[in-house]
């Protein structure tokens, strides 16, 4: 089966520009989330969709971030305005069930903001 | 948010050493998974752990799921170069499905 595609591969823009990351999950999964993950750590979720609602978006950035699944398919997370501290690899991931089905990660979006 | 404690943060050993790895939090997980992620890559499932006490093996990698379901721990026997990557746990919370990681720990086995 096809993995879960992610564009762009690497970003680059300047502080207080705007950026857009675009996701494609495995078909027939469910369940999309969304990680941003610092150089060095875990991990951390911003958000977590189910089919095309929200199931959760606690540790989402709300001023500034912002993420749909029009669809129930595919999905975008945008930044808007970007700062310094957002610079990390952006990961789109995917489940057919959260509970007892593993994620499958894409390869990520590096953004690099200078 | 339930936190995941894993330790070492950084681990490099020789070629043919064993290690262990330590996922600790005072939280309980219904299952926890652990991943490992390279360089470019996301994290790839290596297994999930959901009964407490569970053991898994993975070829020369051991998995085993703490009595109450709060710490986990992975060995690895005779490393290999091929098993340098960022080790990663994973713990589905009781209360929900949201899965969260550990801050990792980086393996480094040099030939």
């Known amino acids: 089966e096809a993995g879960v595609a992610q564009s762009p591969r690497y970003k680059i823009i300047e502080k207080r520009q705007s950026v857009a990351f675009w996701c494609n999950p495995i078909s027939g999964h469910a369940t999309l989330y969304w990680y941003q993950q610092i150089l060095g750590q875990g991990p951390k979720l911003l958000i977590q969709f189910q089919n095309n609602g929200v199931v959760d978006d606690s540790q989402l950035p709300k001023d500034r971030f912002s993420a749909e699944r029009l669809k129930g398919v595919d999905s975008t997370l945008k930044i808007q305005p970007a700062k310094l501290e957002d610079s990390a690899v952006y990961l789109c991931a995917s489940s057919s069930n959260p509970r007892n089905s593993p994620l499958h990660f894409g390869n990520g979006t590096r953004l690099t903001v200078t | 948010t339930q936190l995941l404690e894993q330790s070492p943060q950084f681990l490099s050993i020789q070629e043919g050493e064993n290690l262990t790895v330590y996922c600790n939090s005072s939280s309980v997980f219904s299952s926890l998974q652990w991943y490992r992620q390279e360089p470019g890559e996301g994290p790839v499932l290596l297994v999930t752990?959901?009964?407490?006490?569970e053991v898994k093996k993975l070829k020369r990698l051991t998995f085993q799921f703490g009595d109450a379901r709060k710490d986990s721990s992975l060995h690895i026997t005779a490393a290999q170069p091929g098993d340098t990557g960022l080790y990663l746990c994973?713990?589905?919370?009781?209360?929900?499905?949201?899965?969260?990681f550990g801050e990792g720990t980086q393996l480094t086995v040099n030939p």
């Open positions: 994973a713990g589905v919370e009781t209360s929900g499905s949201r899965l969260t």
């Open positions: 752990v959901v009964t407490g006490g």
